[in-house]
């Protein structure tokens, strides 16, 4: 139904149809009497069909000359569809005398018509234009979006597969249960990495599993808190959003002998959520930095809301603090 309304000569008969339909209840409400009623039913059709006619004179004008730049042309061809619109309409205002309009009226009235009628088209190619461009935009968003969504696997999958590697010289059988938690985390990413959308409680579900992980290279020297109790877990939030500060988080903030902490909180209320991790910083630690998840995520986060999140980043002697605030 709404593919056949949007075909031109439907919506161009509705208009016109509506126009006479309102003259008639015009004219029937300055008279007053539903005798006449019939009498004057002639009168809209005589008013409007030199209209009709100028007005897709007018569209054949500006399309065929004004548009490609036959300017003269143009205004010698508006000029005659002025004069044309002003002769019928004199022709047919002998077929009823109650009906008497001035011909310096009527050649203003037909002047208009064929300004209006370049005002609407330009108005309308820009509504087009518009509507066009934000489609390429949100088009060239989304394929930014997939883009940055897939470099955070293999960049994720490196850095554990170096994690996995180190532990693996010194303690075969913990590398062995690390690469089976890394198959946990993976299958994650395989079933919800080419979601737009996914329940917080998977979210919560990964970070827990990438925490199990990185527990098991660790030892009691690290202090881990973990709070995400007060998070509504039925939430609807866009995937991997989290992991790459976690993840950084314990690659820049824990050692396995020394001592370090990293906390991580997560919790929700009417308005959005609140992501929060701390963690500590190891002097001298040599740990390569590329920032690639990091900066993949701060680029997430303005494509998939803008304006409508907080991201701070805070670097402090002893620890790093990251605090994203998300309205939801």
Excluded at 115 to 135: D, S
Aim: hydrophobic share 45%; glycine share 4%; charged share 20%.
């Amino acid at each position: 139904m709404i593919r056949f309304l949007q075909k031109r000569w439907v919506y161009h008969s509705l208009i016109w149809t509506s126009a006479y339909f309102a003259l008639i209840l015009v004219n029937f409400y300055e008279e007053g009497e539903i005798e006449s009623f019939f009498l004057f039913i002639k009168e809209p059709i005589l008013f409007l069909i030199p209209i009709i006619l100028t007005t897709y004179l007018a569209f054949w004008a500006k399309e065929k000359l004004f548009d490609s730049r036959s300017y003269l042309l143009y205004f010698l061809a508006a000029a005659g569809i002025v004069f044309i619109g002003v002769a019928l309409n004199e022709f047919l205002q002998g077929f009823d005398p109650v009906i008497h309009i001035t011909r310096s009226q009527n050649i203003a009235n037909f002047i208009f018509i064929q300004i209006f009628v370049l005002g609407l088209q330009y108005f309308k190619r820009g509504i087009i234009n518009q509507y066009q461009l934000q489609e390429l935009r949100f088009k060239t968003a989304m394929a930014e979006l997939k883009a940055l969504k897939a470099q955070i696997n293999p960049h994720f999958l490196f850095n554990t597969l170096n994690n996995i590697y180190g532990i693996n010289q010194l303690n075969p059988e913990q590398g062995s249960e690390m690469i089976m938690e890394l198959s946990d985390v993976m299958r994650y990413h395989l079933e919800f990495s080419k979601e737009a959308k996914v329940k917080l409680q998977d979210e919560v579900e990964l970070l827990q599993s990438y925490i199990k992980l990185e527990q098991l290279r660790l030892r009691e020297t690290c202090e881990l808190k973990i709070d995400f109790e007060e998070a509504d877990k039925s939430l609807m939030i866009s995937p991997l959003l989290f992991i790459p500060f976690v993840e950084n988080a314990f690659k820049h903030g824990t050692h396995p002998t020394k001592d370090c902490f990293v906390h991580i909180n997560l919790s929700t209320n009417p308005d959005g959520l609140l992501f929060r991790v701390k963690n500590s910083l190891i002097p001298n630690q040599k740990v390569v930095k590329t920032n690639i998840g990091l900066q993949n995520t701060k680029r997430r986060l303005e494509l998939l809301f803008p304006e409508k999140h907080k991201l701070d980043i805070i670097k402090k002697d002893n620890y790093h603090l990251v605090e994203l605030q998300i309205e939801l």
